[in-house]
């Protein structure tokens, strides 16, 4: 039996992902001491995953060797076992491979079983998932919200940023949200109840938001740079901005604070990142308060779905070029 991989062959410049991965093939290898076998169903396509890529050494994660399969979160049935807690039918979620199987260390990876019988598998790569966790850690924890603040979310049409939105919602805040053009702006209020939605791609945004009603309490920031100047210039006093990602830096190669920065000191305000690390651990507990919403139909996630291994490199530049709203997978036929 054979597996393919992508192997990151070069640190891509931009999102020039087809010269810098290709496509393998080799033996399917049998599990080692300490190993489970997955036969991955779904690849999650995550934008953190573009860090690893590159030869940044200050990151949670340090790069991924060139030559090495590329990373990322899966969602799959164990079809052979060598480790104790683990057996051949489990569906499991692990940061895994690019791959038709991952061939991982359980406790290294991550490994976290997952029910089979939720009404959509994909869900625990959604709002059951690493996404969901993150939107709830980061909206709740991070940006300590409170019933009746204005929270903005950046990258609101995306997986995590649109599970924050309906996050912020439930716990009794005004969610607004940044998405880029008139299409998505427009489904975010009209299908997930925003109170706003403002388009960054048509100009304006720092003015825009001055509308929010006595400026923004919390802003969840999947993306830094100008974006991230225009929300600071509109904080209300005493503010939290917090930090889950830098889209915007990922692919430009450049690195630079808000030009604005002195407004953190002159409204008092809080900037705090976080990355999954810090919340692993109460994966359990978030899953179970995440579910009771999604199971009572609260909490919703679109999927942008791709089929085919070979497809996985258009669909995970969808996530820099604003192609996707929602959740983007790769499915393998099985």
Not at 65 to 87: C, Q, R, W, Y
Not at 133 to 161: C, Q
Not at 231 to 246: E, F, H, K, T, W
Request: charged share 20%; aromatic share 10%; glycine share 12%.
């Amino acid at each position: 039996m054979n597996n393919r991989f992508w192997r990151l062959d070069a640190r891509p410049v931009g999102n020039a992902f087809a010269e810098a991965l290709s496509l393998q093939t080799v033996p399917l290898a049998a599990p080692e001491a300490g190993q489970i076998v997955i036969r991955n169903r779904y690849l999650s396509m995550d934008a953190g995953t573009r860090m690893w890529m590159t030869d940044r050494t200050d990151g949670y994660q340090p790069p991924l060797p060139l030559g090495t399969p590329m990373s990322g979160l899966v969602l799959g049935e164990v079809i052979a076992s060598n480790a104790a807690g683990f057996a051949a039918g489990d569906w499991v979620r692990a940061f895994g491979t690019w791959s038709d199987y991952s061939v991982v260390d359980p406790v290294m990876a991550g490994a976290f079983k997952v029910d089979a019988s939720v009404a959509d598998l994909r869900d625990h790569l959604g709002p059951l998932g690493m996404n969901g966790w993150t939107a709830l850690w980061g909206i709740e924890r991070t940006g300590a919200t409170k019933a009746g603040e204005a929270v903005v979310v950046s990258a609101a049409a995306g997986s995590t940023g649109l599970l924050a939105c309906q996050i912020a919602k439930l716990l009794g805040a005004e969610a607004y949200g940044i998405a880029g053009g008139a299409e998505k702006c427009a489904l975010l209020v009209r299908d997930y109840g925003l109170a706003a939605a403002y388009d960054y791609r048509a100009g304006g945004l720092r003015e825009k938001l001055v509308e929010i009603p006595g400026g923004i309490d919390v802003y969840f920031d999947n993306v830094g740079g100008p974006i991230l100047e225009d929300v600071l210039a509109n904080m209300a006093l005493y503010g939290r901005v917090a930090v889950c990602g830098l889209v915007a830096e990922y692919t430009a190669g450049e690195r630079r604070g808000p030009a604005n920065f002195d407004q953190v000191l002159m409204k008092r305000l809080r900037i705090e990142g976080f990355f999954s690390p810090d919340f692993m651990d109460q994966g359990k507990a978030l899953t179970a308060r995440l579910r009771q919403w999604v199971d009572a139909g609260q909490l919703s996630l679109p999927y942008d779905m791709t089929t085919g291994l070979e497809n996985t490199l258009a669909a995970y530049a969808r996530l820099f070029t604003g192609g996707n709203f929602g959740k983007v997978l790769v499915e393998l036929p099985q």
